[in-house]
């Protein structure tokens, strides 16, 4: 559904949040500081605070070597993984990525995953090779899935055509559900090194090291900033204690950028997305409309 941006006199404020109080990678500090309280209920809003301690507590005790080292590799692996289950057009292609939304329109993770999305497909585009692997992709796509430039290209695809469909709200609010997923993998990865490395897992401490909660704290007022449809309807869900509405984009179910052998049959996933029927060729708009009517009950 098309959301249209309503400009107000005063911006969407998010009282409560996360940040950082120490030294962190910043992968880390974007995830933890996108995490928007105002639209999370009293489980949700505990879940975090309990997993955050747990985070905090897991980090205090390594190396900054290794906390660096995991922390980004855990996010970069998550995202590589559970690209968005979406079709991406055969005729799109790195070139033809435009982002719909402006960096400072987007929240501090999705707007790091996009700057980082725009360096890896440049670096794409200048590679010596990519030339002669396009040329190749559209002569005969098999021919070309098992060399690395494609890989690569294949991983990142998805990403940059959700950032090319969807503007910064419908993009900030979708990824709110990945942030808890994105969070677990990290302490998950975290926990892995203390075992492979015979260490005990440390409990969490009262008072944390890296984060900290501000609460009652306001944004800047003097700062113009759009509040859409779909933040009031969400705002309206959350004082009625009803489900949040969170669209149809869904994370794809496995790993599946990249084939086991040459043979190597495609997914149930990968089929969906094959088979979807393209659009009617003979397909005629009415010529006569249904008049809107404005029956929208907000209260």
């Known amino acids: ?10 911006p969407l404020i998010f009282a409560n949040y996360w940040t950082t109080q120490k030294e962190t990678s910043y992968e880390i500090k974007v ?6 309280m105002d639209y999370m209920t009293e489980e949700e809003k505990l879940s975090l605070k309990n997993k955050i301690k747990t985070l905090d507590s897991l980090l205090t005790n390594l190396d900054k070597k290794d ?3 995991i922390s980004k590799t855990s996010i970069y692996k998550w995202l590589l993984k ?8 055969k005729s799109f292609s790195l070139e033809d990525f435009k982002a719909k939304a402006e960096l ?13 999305l725009k360096t890896d497909s440049s670096k794409l585009i200048q590679a010596p090779n990519y030339d ?11 021919k070309v899935k098992n060399l690395s430039i494609h890989k690569r290209a294949e991983m990142i695809k998805p990403w940059l055509y959700l950032f090319q469909r969807e503007g910064a709200d419908q993009i900030d609010l979708r990824m709110m559900k990945f942030h808890f997923s994105i969070l677990d993998h990290v302490i998950a990865q975290l926990k892995v090194f203390y075992q492979f490395n015979n260490k005990g897992i440390p409990q969490g401490n ?11 704290q306001q944004a ?12 009031q309807v969400i705002e309206k869900h959350r004082e009625k204690n009803l489900p949040v509405p969170t669209g149809e984009w869904t994370l794809s179910d496995e790993d599946s950028w990249m084939p086991n052998s040459e043979k190597a049959e495609f997914s149930k996933i990968q089929k969906i997305n094959m088979e979807n029927p393209e659009p009617d060729q003979d397909y005629k708009a009415p010529k006569n409309l249904p008049k809107p009517v404005d029956d929208w009950v907000w209260d």
């Open 31 to 36: 995830l933890v500081e996108s995490f928007k």
């Open 67 to 69: 906390h660096y080292f």
């Open 132 to 142: 002669v692997y396009q040329k190749a992709l559209e002569r005969d796509p098999s």
């Open 104 to 116: 400072d329109e987007l929240s501090p993770f999705p707007r790091w995953l996009l700057t980082a």
């Open 206 to 216: 009262s008072k944390l090291s890296f984060f900290s909660f501000q609460e009652g």
């Open 1 to 10: 559904m098309k959301i249209f941006i309503l400009s107000l006199l005063s």
């Open 82 to 89: 559970n690209k968005p289950n979406i079709t991406v057009p």
């Open 220 to 231: 800047d007022e003097s700062q113009n900033k759009t509040l859409s449809i779909l933040d």
